[in-house]
């Protein structure tokens, strides 16, 4: 069978140009049936959650698309299933059983069936196991069991189409070890070493216990889905619905039922607009073992005993390892800290290192130490802003859940307007978790960004900022402006305001992210150093030089509209960089270290 790979990247060349996922398509379609329908959501705001099932009341925008994907329920594989096997049993003139039998051989695929059948049904019959004719038991009173050698009454005795006979014990047993070994009991064959006649689905059910019964139809529900290269099993915990992706979409994030979005490709996590090779990649260097060794090639040093690695984090040179080692050793030099005294420059020097180092001796080690400090330095600086943005949109989607649950009711009874006009919070929230997922793996994408396309780099971390700036007004605003208005006496006056204010900045984060999306997608192959220059100089000038601070507000503004735009009224500066609040004193972000 084709790989996932390969079958997205056919299922891609065969699509057709469809509309843009993030140009939030179609009307609002509340009456109809969402199991016969293709779900998308509008803009960014995807709804997505792996920890809130409410979420899905979120109010996701339904629209007809005549190619996208499907969700499928219990009920639905089994109709398709069963539609499968009896077009099969009609063109081919066999038993539904023996038309099962085949489908599941060929992973479901009704066409190949028909293909392979009508091209040589002689040798489809002997592969599958398929008798042209069935050989019915001898008319003896009593038969021997193939299995067990005893003498049964021929009532007793039990066959598939091969006629060799076998008691019902033996048969159950069979059976029932076949089952409990996994699904491979759906390619049961007849016990006889010999033979090679299928068994069918009537004969499980018939001499199977009730629990192993269920335990095989389950089995034989789940093939249709595991055995098809067009579906699969949605991957939150404990969600049973099934994603049918048809040719024609734009891209591989699809929603389930459950609310929870993933990549059908790759069935990670929604992704988009990264790559599921980056993605991998990605999540394959968090958990690989060498970003470990690169840690500690990087901080520590090997006992030239025992070469066990020690880290040293404080005190003098003087190093003595760990038992049973306990080897006095200059963490310098690597000497024996019995050759070190007065002569070679004191207990808290090592001179002969010096040395050693001007006449080059450790130049390759430390070289390659050196390495893999800035090298774990460089992930670092990415995984810590990949899994902050992953923190924020954990407290993002508990924010939209208790505005859902909680806060909306609350305000509305407070500003005396009723809920459906509230509704541009709720956007806004849905947006803030949109894009704390997109802007969570631009920062993967950015760390396998070739450094040396100084153009490209710059283009992108031009983008990013201008995304990640916009979002952080947003968030700020639709998390700290509305506790003013929860927590108010009465109705405000300013809420129309507010309402004005939180409405825009979702507007414009939205355009930001789609300007992100594009370009990424796109392969950031619309960069052009002299307005990459340009854009780059024009955001140093309004947020110090980080390229991250444009806020929406045009290329002409000023740095002293970015401070007091920036400015709390706690009198703290908010860095255009990493968002860390400073005293108002400061030129200097304490955490980032970029200018004001």
């Known amino acids: 069978m084709e790989s996932d790979d390969e079958m997205a990247t056919a299922m891609m060349e065969d699509s057709c140009d469809d509309e843009d996922f993030y140009d939030g398509g179609g009307d609002g379609d509340e009456d109809t049936d969402p199991d016969s329908i293709v779900v998308s959501y509008d803009g960014l705001m995807d709804n997505d959650s792996d920890d809130f099932d409410d979420l899905s009341s979120s109010h996701p925008i339904y629209y007809h698309r005549s190619q996208n994907f499907i969700i499928l329920n219990e009920d639905d594989i089994r109709q ?14 066999i038993s539904r059983i023996s038309a099962s039998i085949l489908l599941r051989h060929y992973n479901w695929s009704v066409s190949k069936v028909n293909d392979e059948w009508f091209a040589d049904e002689e040798k489809v019959r002997k592969t599958v196991g398929l008798l042209e004719s069935d050989t019915p038991l001898p008319g003896d009173q009593e038969l021997t069991c193939g299995i067990c050698f005893e003498n049964y009454p021929r009532d007793r005795m039990r066959a598939v189409a091969c006629g060799h006979p076998f008691c019902f014990g033996c048969w159950q047993g069979y059976i029932k070890t076949s089952i409990n070994d996994g699904p491979g009991c759906l390619n049961l064959r007849c016990p006889d070493p010999s033979c ?4 069918g689905h009537d004969m499980v059910n018939e001499l199977a216990s009730k629990d192993d019964e269920q335990k095989y139809n389950r089995y034989f529900l789940r093939s249709f889905i595991e055995d098809s290269r067009k579906t699969k099993w949605c991957p939150a915990p404990g969600c049973d619905y099934a994603v049918d992706f048809t040719v024609g ?3 591989f994030d699809v929603t389930c039922h459950c609310a929870h979005s993933f990549c059908w490709n790759c069935v990670e996590e929604a992704h988009r607009p990264v790559d599921c090779g980056t993605v991998s990649k990605w999540i394959m260097k968090n958990s690989a073992e060498s970003e470990n060794m690169n840690w500690i090639l990087a901080n520590s040093k090997p006992c030239p005993k025992c070469k066990r690695p020690i880290e040293k ?22 000497g024996a800290w019995s050759e070190h005294g007065e002569r070679t420059g004191g207990f808290y020097a090592c001179n002969r290192y010096e040395v050693a180092k001007q006449e080059g001796v450790y130049d390759e080690a430390e070289k390659r130490r050196e390495m893999a400090k800035n090298s774990l330095e460089r992930y670092t600086h990415y995984y810590e802003r990949w899994a902050t943005n992953q ?10 859940h208790q505005m859902q649950t909680v806060h909306l009711e609350k305000l509305s009874d407070k500003q005396r307007q009723p809920e459906s006009q509230l509704k541009f919070i709720i956007e806004a929230w849905q947006q803030i978790v949109e894009c704390r997922r997109v802007l969570k793996w631009t920062y993967a994408y950015g760390f396998y960004l070739n450094e040396q396309e100084h153009a490209r780099k710059q283009f992108f971390e031009y983008l990013q900022g201008e995304a990640e700036s916009g979002l952080e007004r947003l968030h700020q605003c639709a998390e700290k402006e509305f506790q003013g208005y929860l927590n108010s006496e009465g109705p405000s006056q300013e809420f129309n305001e507010f309402r004005t204010k939180l409405a825009g900045l979702t507007s ?6 789609e300007n992100l999306v594009r370009a990424l997608e796109n392969g950031l192959s619309d960069v052009d150093s002299h307005t990459v220059s340009s854009w780059a100089g024009s955001s140093q000038t309004e947020g110090g030089g980080s390229g991250k601070g444009r806020s929406g507000k045009g290329k002409g503004s000023t740095s002293r509209s970015s401070s007091s735009r920036n400015m709390d009224d706690s009198g703290h500066w908010s860095c255009e960089y990493c968002t860390y609040a400073n005293v108002r ?3 200097v972000c304490e955490m980032c270290q970029r200018q004001r």
Not at 391 to 400: F, G, V, W, Y
Request: charged share 15%.
């Open 80 to 93: 398709r299933q069963e539609e499968s096997i009896t077009q099969i049993s009609t063109v081919l003139s």
């Open 585 to 587: 004193s400061s030129t």
């Open 196 to 199: 090679g006649a299928a068994v």
């Open 391 to 400: 923190s924020s949109r954990q407290r993002a989607i508990e924010n939209l």
């Open 313 to 334: 984090n404080q005190g003098c040179m003087h190093i003595t390892c760990t038992p049973p080692c306990k080897f006095e050793f200059c963490w310098l030099c690597l």
């Open 249 to 251: 979409g734009g891209n």
């Open 508 to 513: 414009v984060t939205k355009n930001y992210f």
